[in-house]
């Protein structure tokens, strides 16, 4: 150390060198590469005042001894105003680069320490409510090193607030970028993929991995969001500058990533009001008992976008970085996160803050495989009572009511189809990790092989029975049932074989519709016609799944098949338990219909509404007003102009393409769809071209002939029948263990989800080539 001028690593912090220097003190101690340092604290200037000519000799001499003569060197600003929360003085006081020599070096500190003048810095005073005289400024002198690559790096977006590494480079000078203005290439690394890239690259990829990866873990050191300067001299990546972001009053992040698997589509508003208590507060419960934090509001956790769903992941996010944990765990738990990765919790510091709320959680679902298998049969017996009540002679009172015992019964079965498909997720990937280890590709193995009681809970197999036993009809029955449809069934005495199939079909899967999530959409039971054209039309052969090893097959050690088989027996055990919880709460959940539906039919006839199924386009308030307090006149007119109105809005925007993410309150501007090239995440291998069909609708059976490629927005059970006659499919939602991905790889056909806009960017009829492995769709020209 000598007088004036002091080593960066041998300067002790007494905040007499500025914020500046004293993060480029952090950088170093923590052992991040930062170019050789010198800094000159605030007395030196204070000394200058004094004797001008005396402390520039004694620096001039400091600096002979403490820099190269062969090096040159910038010199800045380091001021205890600089750096600050709210005003961060950027750009106000003197940077001087490429000086060299002890001269050279002194004078560049003094017209650093003159830039503090009431000219330069008077406007800026102003607004930062800042006095001259508060300003101290110490001085950085910084070995400049050779720049090939030079960039800025955020550690959160800075205009958002959104948990995403933001990185802009130019080749050469850092000045380029931070004082010239010119357009640097730009990445986003949304924390498992890049959601942004330049569409161009001349900067080495390996370099912007590293720098993502140190902003990463300086911003985990610093303890909060860092702005960071680098540049790289073609063998070392060297840090020049840090600073805080501030991100108070950032932007709330809505997603639609998870939304589009649990929340799919356009939801009506009485949908809606019904689903948020219901759905919201299920994940609410199930957040609040791993974390221990209450007062988790369902009402603000998720919100509408061009009547879709979209979640509030900045406050569902805080939940998860109260542990420590990445802010899209939630995405990740359930294989729906951009780029399909897995979930990996690694222990940190954090987690000991929530560990007894954790272990309590554990330990009360250690036991849920046994805690499901008695609530299943259970909760079914209490929905069939639901289910058996006559409505015709209830007031619209007491439909009100039942709706509202409904939602009761329906609380804890909303939160149990929350944990069942999270525990499957978990051994399924477990079961994955482990064949890894033993040298197996997962998808090589058969995890569901011989669970034939599984098939129940999907009604292909009856379907296919029933297809069947079509074919074996007379010609000339077959013709009548074509043209009359079920009513020609019931009428048929010698039909009572087919008939019995045909009933049992929908006994089982009467209540299922194109959307399990959706009580206005109409189920089988309403529809038999369509059931029936469903089995006219099954295809005679279906596609085999590729040939996959089973538990018993699979050449491992002795040691290896134990652990493989203890995950292997778990995951099928949830796989099964998820979906008859699934059956099961969709079921209940389609009962909603039946109660809304003949309250409809009593608004119509009251001429509060033109149709009983406008009662969809009310929300759940307003059909309690309109219970509780009747309407007249005008106040009927309201309701009526209300439903029409979104009725018109749904479907204006039926078609339109929205973004995953929004930032804010306020929805954004609907951006053009695009040709080319998608991506999304791929989930059932294979490679496969074809003529795309794009199908919305479960109902548009029909439309899709054998070998097309399947565009859809998402699927449930009701759609599994299509999945017979694909070539591949594409879908909008969905992640590796989303119903389209299940039934794709046991169908063995391709598949690539969550692909953004897929249902309006490809044009139907059009040619696509599909590729199951890396997860891209290349529409033909």
Not at 108 to 118: L, M, Q, T
Request: glycine share 8%; with cysteine; net charge neutral.
């Amino acid at each position: 150390m000598h007088g004036y001028v002091h080593e960066l690593q041998a300067a002790r912090r007494r905040n007499k060198y500025g914020k500046k220097a004293e993060n480029l003190q952090f950088l170093a101690e923590k052992g991040y590469r930062v170019p050789t340092t010198h800094l000159l604290p605030f007395e030196v200037r204070d000394i200058f005042a004094k004797d001008e000519q005396g402390t520039l000799a004694r620096m001039e001499e400091d600096l002979k001894s403490a820099i190269r003569s062969d090096r040159s060197y910038a010199v800045r600003s380091s001021a205890n105003v600089e750096d600050a929360d709210k005003h961060s003085f950027a750009g106000q006081f003197k940077t001087v680069l490429e000086v060299s020599g002890a001269k050279g070096v002194a004078e560049a500190v003094i017209e650093v320490w003159r830039s503090v003048s009431p000219g330069a810095t008077t406007d800026y005073m102003r607004l930062s409510s800042r006095d001259l005289s508060e300003i101290r400024m110490g001085v950085i002198v910084q070995e400049m090193v050779p720049q090939m690559v030079s960039g800025v790096s955020f550690s959160v977006n800075p205009l958002t607030g959104a948990q995403e590494v933001v990185v802009e480079a130019v080749k050469g000078s850092g000045e380029a970028l931070v004082q010239q203005g010119v357009t640097p290439q730009r990445w986003v690394w949304s924390g498992t993929d890049w959601s942004s890239k330049p569409s161009y690259e001349d900067i080495q990829n390996s370099l912007i991995d590293a720098v993502v990866s140190a902003t990463k873990r300086i911003a985990s050191d610093y303890g909060a969001p860092v702005d960071l300067e680098w540049v790289f001299d073609g063998q070392e990546l060297y840090f020049v500058q840090l600073r805080d972001i501030t991100t108070k009053g950032a932007l709330t992040v809505y997603s639609n990533l998870f939304s589009r698997e649990v929340l799919p589509g356009l939801i009506k508003p009485l949908v809606w009001s019904v689903n948020v208590p219901l759905v919201n507060g299920a994940w609410a419960r199930f957040l609040s008992e791993m974390t221990g934090v209450k007062g988790l509001d369902p009402r603000t956790m998720a919100k509408q976008f061009y009547y879709r769903a979209y979640f509030n992941m900045t406050a569902i996010g805080m939940v998860w970085k109260r542990m420590g944990m990445p802010e899209d765990s939630l995405e990740r738990l359930l294989g729906v996160s951009g780029s399909g990765a897995g979930f990996k919790v690694s222990p940190n510091a954090k987690m000991l803050g929530v560990a007894p709320h954790l272990l309590n959680f554990l330990r009360r679902h250690i036991l849920l495989s046994a805690e499901l298998e008695r609530f299943i049969p259970a909760k079914r017996d209490q929905l069939d009572a639901f289910a058996r009540e006559g409505l015709g002679e209830l007031s619209e009172e007491e439909l009100v009511a039942r709706v509202d015992r409904l939602t009761d019964a329906l609380t804890e079965t909303a939160y149990y189809m929350v944990l069942a498909p999270m525990a499957s997720n978990l051994f399924n990937r477990m079961l994955e990790t482990r064949l890894k280890k033993a040298g197996i590709d997962p998808a090589s193995f058969d995890a569901l092989g011989g669970l034939e009681e599984i098939r129940e809970y999907y009604p292909n197999e009856m379907l296919g029975q029933l297809h069947a036993g079509w074919q074996s009809l007379p010609e000339e029955k077959q013709r009548q049932l074509r043209t009359e449809g079920v009513v020609a069934l019931r009428s048929w005495p010698e039909g009572e074989v087919f008939r019995t199939g045909y009933d049992r079909l929908m006994r089982a899967f009467g209540h299922i519709s194109e959307s399990g999530s959706d009580f206005s959409r109409r189920p089988w039971r309403e529809d038999p016609d369509f059931v029936l054209t469903l089995i006219v039309n099954y295809p005679d052969a279906v596609h085999q799944g590729s040939a996959r090893a089973g538990i018993d097959e699979i050449q491992v050690s002795a040691r290896q098949r134990s652990s493989i088989r203890m995950a292997y027996g778990k995951a099928r055990k949830f796989s099964l338990l998820k979906e008859r919880m699934s059956i099961t709460y969709s079921f209940g959940y389609g009962l909603y219909r039946n109660y809304f539906l003949e309250l409809g039919k009593r608004f119509q006839l009251k001429q509060v509404l033109v149709d009983q199924e406008d009662i969809f386009y009310l929300s759940l308030d307003e059909v309690r007003q309109i219970v509780a307090g009747g309407c007249a006149g005008n106040t009927c007119n309201n309701y009526r102009l209300r439903a029409a109105m979104r009725k018109r809005e749904m479907s204006m925007y039926q078609d339109v393409e929205v973004p995953t993410l929004i930032y804010g309150e306020k929805a954004p501007a609907l951006k053009d769809t695009g040709q080319g090239e998608l991506r999304g995440t791929p989930s059932s291998g294979g490679y496969y071209r074809g003529r795309a069909r794009v199908i919305r609708s479960a109902s548009e059976f029909d439309r899709l002939q054998q070998g097309e490629v399947l565009v859809i927005p998402y699927s449930d059970v009701g759609w599994t029948p299509m999945f017979s006659k694909a070539g591949a499919v594409i879908a909008e939602s969905g992640g590796m263990l989303s119903h389209t991905s299940i039934i794709a790889r046991e169908y063995g056909i391709p598949a690539v989800v969550s692909v953004e806009g897929a249902t309006v960017r490809i044009k139907d009829g059009s040619e696509v080539s599909v590729d199951g492995y890396n997860g891209s769709i290349v529409l033909e020209q």
